[in-house]
């Protein structure tokens, strides 16, 4: 069973920035992707953004060029930063991780963007 540790959620004024960061105890050797997931109230679960063992990168059209995704394969990590948030940012953020094992999530960060 993978784990998966999220940090980095809090409350930010618009326009402000945050920090996600997501711990994996899965192997880097069997680890596919590892991204981001966001649900708000009352909204089904979306994809953020996410980053392959390749390096390629992925994003949502409402988080282009505010939100970068990367990875630290030494510590197994996976990182968001995102910047000039909106309040439509508001939501729990989970952290996902695709192995050869299967598919895992952390429990979620919220993220709360509000003056």
């Known amino acids: 069973q993978v784990q998966l540790v999220e940090s980095g959620g809090g409350l930010v004024q618009p326009g402000g920035s945050l920090r996600l960061a997501c711990a994996s105890s899965?192997?880097?050797?069997?680890?596919?992707?590892m991204g981001w997931y966001r649900q708000a109230p009352g909204e089904q679960r979306e994809l953020v953004a996410v980053?392959?063992?390749?390096?390629?990168?992925n994003y949502a059209d409402s988080v282009k060029g505010r939100f970068t995704i990367s990875r630290d394969n030494a510590k197994k990590s996976v990182y968001l930063q995102m910047n000039s948030l909106k309040p439509e940012d508001t939501a729990v953020y989970y952290c996902?991780?695709?192995?050869?094992?299967?598919?895992?999530w952390g429990k979620g960060t919220l993220v709360t963007v509000s003056s």
């Open positions: 980053i392959f063992r390749s390096g390629n990168t």
């Open positions: 996902n991780v695709w192995t050869t094992g299967g598919n895992f």
């Open positions: 899965a192997s880097i050797f069997s680890t596919n992707s």
